[in-house]
């Protein structure tokens, strides 16, 4: 039986360190949207199944709470490197081979596309800013260009999530950006 190896554990510098403890901190403090959801369901349930009365508005703002934790969290689960990974291949190759593959990976396939959904989410959110778009249900929410600022947003905070990689998986390969010492 083959043993699987282990993903290397590529070598802090100061900018990951600096970039990642930030948006861990952030990661953590998003699983409050988690639980606000939570509520704002069981508020929506009780209230429609209690006292036969629906509230468009409590189901707009759990969409807005559950796309607002699932983009900030898709950076959360990149830091922790806890995202999905196809390893049918990958965990058969050695700590070099992998560490290519995460910089070309990175360079050639992620930062293009999350450059390209930044580029064409802004002009989405500045014409929803603009016009003052709000719901189109009678009783939806307002400021509809707040959830759509999250998109480019969060693909920031990826693209600085992947940045912070990028130096991890270039100091391990190339030995720069300097190490830090634990």
Do not use: C
Request: avoid cysteine.
């Amino acid at each position: 039986m083959m043993q699987a190896q282990s993903k290397p554990s590529y070598p802090e510098t100061r900018f990951s360190r600096f970039v990642e403890a930030a948006l861990v901190s952030l990661g953590v403090w998003t699983g409050v949207i988690w639980l606000l959801l939570l509520l704002v369901i069981m508020i929506n349930v009780i209230a429609r199944y209690w006292f036969a009365q629906g509230f468009i508005e409590l189901e707009e703002l759990q969409w807005h709470l559950y796309s607002g934790g699932f983009l900030i969290g898709l950076t959360y689960a990149f830091v922790l490197d806890a995202h999905v990974r196809v390893d049918v291949l990958r965990q058969r190759w050695s700590a070099v081979t992998q560490a290519w593959v995460e910089l070309y990976g990175i360079m050639v396939l992620l930062l293009p596309f999350l450059v390209l959904v930044i580029y064409a989410s802004v002009p989405l959110v500045q014409y929803s800013f603009s016009t003052a778009e709000i719901s189109e249900a009678p009783g939806g929410l307002p400021f509809r260009w707040l959830i759509k600022g999250l998109l480019p947003v969060s693909f920031v905070l990826l693209v600085l999530a992947a940045l912070a990689r990028l130096a991890r998986v270039s100091s391990f390969l190339f030995n720069w950006p300097e190490k830090v010492q634990s």
